[in-house]
């Protein structure tokens, strides 16, 4: 049980996000923790929603005015899809004593949107991005930047959550977020692919096994690097390669539509020439790669 001073803080949205924090932050001992859910009274999950909030002892309130008048502290916890639609339903609400910070799954251009229809309020306000999953609890790990990002983190952190600031810079955390989700994302769905077609052929625990033996045994900063650096010089034979596994993929009845982009992708690397422009040599780190596609691309376009 914290012994940290109460804070009041507010939920827009009691979902999975929202519940999981709602009932961690209670059960840690935070008195005040209220939500405002546009379906917490109406719609098919109204009863699931209340049925969390009464569990965990979250007090759920009917109107955006209702939680800025509850709370010092909002987390905006709603789909990314909902952050500038909430951020103008609070904007007539918020004042100079709010926090306010924006943990949706959007882009840093919405986030900066969040903040331009708050910007008349005073609040302070702060962008953040979730890194974790909701199996990891209320200390699911949060990144946090912007104007707001330490005050949120310091008043939080005592009551059991996991946030790290990265820098004043609104939308910085969401910058973080969602392009790591290339890979993220990409690896779920390439895993998928992977493995429908290994079923086909009756290898799924080989094929899975020689993935993860590729992938273990070094860190993934030296993994990453070796991949950029590479690429420039094998993207022919590995697009290739690529080719060859979307073919076995229609073989086995599997639709290649992760394989064939990523064969694409490795194309367009090699179209830029600079296996020949390198004289096949490997760049040295990973940043060497990158400054030479981005010229090149610019030099194509």
Not at 16 to 23: K, V
Not at 201 to 223: E, H
Not at 268 to 274: H, I, K, Q, T
Request: proline content about 5%; overall charge neutral; aromatic content about 4%.
């Amino acid at each position: 049980m914290s012994t940290a001073p109460q804070i009041r803080l507010g939920l827009i949205g009691y979902g999975e996000i929202g519940s999981c924090l709602g009932a961690g932050l209670r059960a840690n001992g935070l008195v005040s923790v209220s939500s405002y859910d546009i379906a917490a009274f109406d719609g098919p999950y109204s009863g699931l929603i209340q049925s969390r909030a009464a569990t965990a002892g979250v007090t759920l309130v009917r109107s955006a005015a209702e939680l800025a008048g509850a709370a010092d502290i909002i987390l905006g916890v709603t789909p990314g899809s909902s952050s500038l639609d909430s951020a103008a339903a609070f904007a007539p609400h918020l004042t100079s004593s709010h926090v306010f910070a924006d943990v949706a799954s959007a882009t840093p251009k919405v986030k900066k949107g969040v903040a331009e229809r708050l910007a008349g309020t005073g609040a302070l306000l702060a962008d953040a991005s979730i890194v974790g999953t909701p199996r990891d609890g209320v200390g699911l790990p949060i990144l946090s930047s912007g104007p707001a990002a330490e005050a949120v983190r310091d008043a939080l952190v005592p009551w059991g959550m996991r946030i790290e600031a990265v820098g004043p810079v609104l939308g910085t955390a969401s910058g973080i977020k969602i392009l790591r989700s290339v890979l993220m994302k990409g690896i779920e769905a390439l895993l998928g692919e992977m493995m429908l077609g290994a079923r086909y052929y009756g290898i799924d625990a080989q094929v899975l096994a020689s993935a993860s033996k590729s992938l273990s045994g070094r860190p993934f900063l030296d993994i990453a690097g070796g991949m950029l650096t590479t690429s420039v010089i094998h993207a022919k034979r590995r697009a290739e390669e690529a080719e060859m596994a979307a073919e076995a993929l229609r073989d086995a009845g599997v639709e290649p539509i992760m394989t064939l982009p990523t064969a694409a992708r490795l194309r367009l690397l090699e179209s830029l020439g600079l296996k020949e422009k390198l004289g096949g040599k490997v760049p040295a780190r990973y940043e060497d790669a990158l400054e030479l596609i981005e010229q090149a691309l610019r030099d194509a376009s």
